[in-house]
T-cell receptor, first 110, second 113 residues
Framework: KNEVEQSPQNLTAQEGEFITINCSYS?????LHWLQQHPGGGIVSLFM???GKKKHGRLIATINIQEKHSSLHITASHPRDSAVYIC????????????FGTGTLLAVQP | NAGVTQTPKFQVLKTGQSMTLQCAQD?????MSWYRQDPGMGLRLIHY???????DQGEVPNGYNVSRSTTEDFPLRLLSAAPSQTSVYFC????????????FGNGTRLTVT
């Protein structure tokens, strides 16, 4: 079982819909990152969080440390949100490494 | 604001050839790293550096070499390319070593035939 699991793997939505992407992890962490990768493009950091909730524009990221779970929400989705969304965790303790999920491919149709 | 610059964007090599992937950042970041991205797998760490003159191995270092002579540059060398090194390579940097946002380059798509 992967230490970082994302769901769903693929998601198709209609423009305007509210979208949720989930990330579960099985290790102790010091921080969790959400990243965005457009097709053929580079990777952009959206959020880094270690507790609670962060909001940037139409994007909201939450984390529940006790449940080892994070969600990325997109409100009023738009075709330009179509991308791969990647969750990555920074492990705590001596190992201290970054573990990436395999990503969620989101397609927002007009 | 250049951020992290990777070159080349695309490269085709024959088995056994060597090459260097360039990575430069202009944000005075201490931490730099190289990842490879393969279908169906998360990004995997090849090598990283916590400052000029300091490098260390990541999860998949075999077949790759790095050096960090300046804060700005962190080149990745393929010593003798193999088809298994066909991948997309990303360079990343961050201000702090561990808990700072990551800044990625645009990637290098490498094909080894």
């Amino acid at each position: 079982k992967n230490e970082v699991e994302q769901s769903p793997q693929n998601l198709t939505a209609q423009e305007g819909e509210f979208i949720t992407i989930n990330c579960s992890y099985s290790v102790g962490i010091s921080a969790l990152h959400w990243l965005q990768q457009h097709p053929g493009g580079g990777i952009v950091s959206l959020f880094m969080l270690s507790s609670g909730k962060k909001k940037h524009g139409r994007l909201i990221a939450t984390i529940n440390i006790q449940e080892k779970h994070s969600s990325l929400h997109i409100t009023a989705s738009h075709p330009r949100d179509s991308a791969v969304y990647i969750c990555a965790v920074r492990t705590s303790g001596a190992t201290n490494k970054l573990i990436f999920g395999t990503g969620t491919l989101l397609a927002v149709q007009p | 604001n250049a951020g992290v610059t990777q070159t080349p964007k695309f490269q085709v090599l024959k088995t056994g050839q060597s090459m260097t992937l360039q990575c430069a950042q202009d944000m005075n970041h201490e931490y730099m790293s190289w990842y490879r991205q393969d279908p169906g797998m998360g990004l995997r760490l090849i090598h990283y550096s916590v400052g000029a003159g300091i490098t260390d191995q990541g999860e998949v270092p075999n077949g790759y070499n790095v050096s960090r002579s300046t804060t700005e540059d962190f080149p990745l060398r393929l010593l003798s390319a193999a088809p298994s090194q066909t991948s997309v390579y990303f360079c990343a940097s961050s201000r702090g070593v561990w808990d700072s946002p990551l800044h990625f380059g645009n990637g290098t798509r490498l094909t080894v035939t």
